[in-house]
């Protein structure tokens, strides 16, 4: 595979050549033999034949689109899960349940998928139609039940009629990889037409790819202000500018907006997740050493998608990240990270407060993945924070807008 990868890309133009499209191997369904064939029928490049060899209407095209459109709303990737195809045609990550009218799609994608997976004689153990029914079955259930997603970057863009083109996560730092077109000839024979796809292609026209979904299990922060319209907002607030000086009022710590420069992965993976992490000491108000002894560090904890066709634009938003800014608080934690996965790890730091004009740190530990990649972390200082209230700085490849508000 890498080698014909090698030759794709050292073409000077797409490929144009035709091919019919390949089945599974017709195997013996019984033994570790049925679930390697299940698996391979699964696979990403499997995947993208099989969706790009469908007679897709415009509907289908719809449906797609309404799913992806739906998890962008929601603060995902424009991403359609298969365990959503199957269970709630045109439901996007984040929504609750079948939040879709059951006829709103007379044919839903998922017959098409169905009806193709039941045309092909994937696997076979006896000339029963019963035993080659299951089969198809295993195969469904297995896709519905797997990580794999369409992903339509730029479906803002669509026309509302162009068919996509269909290629895969290569699973390396490729920027072009194989997509397929369908074509039919004169005698009804359906061929998939080989092109080179990269990310201008994406920008163009459509394209979908066929990649593992890495975001579903995490709440965004559009999710987390659904479900706690508060949170986000912390009721009316009013921005104190630097020159205002200390208030008498209840004030916090939020963000206002950021910017982000640089996208992490291959645009074959989708959009940049970054998890932000506050560690600090909520109202805290001690005048002793033992009252002291009474609080805790707490951490503030959301992950926000930045999709790639975000990239350098203000992203406004408000959210709380520590709600009681006491004049005692010295210093607090900020960790910025984009997800890439691995095993869990923590970065050991502190927060800081003053109790009689004694600065006391709270030991805090705030958790990452091992293959994650470190945008920004360290202290921020209470003094900076307010000197520098509403105005944008450049943490690694982001720029935040802090600001502290009253209620």
């Not at 098409?112 to 259930?141: C, G, M, N, W």
């Not at 600090?280 to 926000?304: Q, R």
């Amino acid at each position: 595979m890498k080698n014909f990868f090698s030759y794709i890309e050292g073409t000077a133009a797409a490929l144009t050549a035709l091919l019919f499209f390949p089945s599974c191997e017709r195997v013996d369904i019984k033994g570790p033999t049925h679930e390697e064939a299940v698996s391979s029928c699964i696979s990403l490049p499997r995947v993208a034949q099989m969706l790009s060899s469908l007679p897709l209407e415009t509907s289908h095209l719809e449906e797609v689109h309404d799913a992806v459109s739906s998890s962008s709303s929601n603060g995902y990737d424009e991403e359609y899960t298969m365990a959503h195809l199957f269970s709630s045609p045109g439901s996007g990550v984040g929504d609750d349940g079948d939040t879709r009218s059951p006829d709103r799609y007379s044919r839903p994608l998922r017959d098409l998928v169905a009806e193709y997976y039941r045309s092909h004689q994937f696997t076979k153990s006896s000339s029963s139609p019963s035993s080659e029914a299951v089969e198809v079955q295993s195969i469904l259930d297995s896709l519905s039940a797997s990580d794999v997603q369409i992903y339509w970057p730029w479906s803002a863009d669509w026309d509302g009629k162009t068919a996509p083109i269909v290629t895969f996560d290569p699973g390396d730092e490729s920027t072009r990889n194989i997509g397929y077109e369908r074509e039919v000839d004169a005698d009804g024979n359906v061929m998939l037409k080989e092109v080179l796809v990269d990310e201008e292609m994406a920008r163009e026209r459509p394209v979908w790819v066929v990649n593992r979904n890495s975001d579903a299990g995490y709440k965004t922060l559009e999710m987390l202000l659904k479900e706690n319209p508060s949170w986000g907002e912390g009721g009316v607030v009013t921005v104190v500018g630097k020159t205002k000086g200390a208030s008498s009022g209840n004030r916090s710590l939020m963000i206002s907006d950021l910017k982000a420069y640089r996208n992490y992965d291959p645009w074959f993976t989708g959009a940049s997740e970054f998890f932000f992490k506050m560690g600090s000491v909520e109202d805290f108000k001690a005048t002793t050493e033992e009252e002291m002894l009474k609080y805790s560090p707490s951490i503030t904890d959301f992950m926000v998608v930045v999709r790639r066709s975000q990239l350098g634009e203000t992203i406004p938003f408000k959210v709380i990240l520590v709600s009681d800014w006491t004049p005692q608080l010295e210093a607090c934690a900020l960790m910025i990270t984009e997800d890439d996965g691995g095993t869990r790890t923590t970065w050991n730091c502190s927060a800081t407060v003053k109790v009689q004009s004694k600065s006391y740190g709270f030991d805090i530990s705030l958790p990452f993945n091992s293959r994650d990649d470190i945008v920004w972390r360290g202290r921020l200082s209470r003094s900076y924070l307010e000197a520098y209230s509403d105005s944008p700085a450049r943490f690694g490849d982001i720029e935040i807008t802090f600001s502290i508000v009253e209620k």
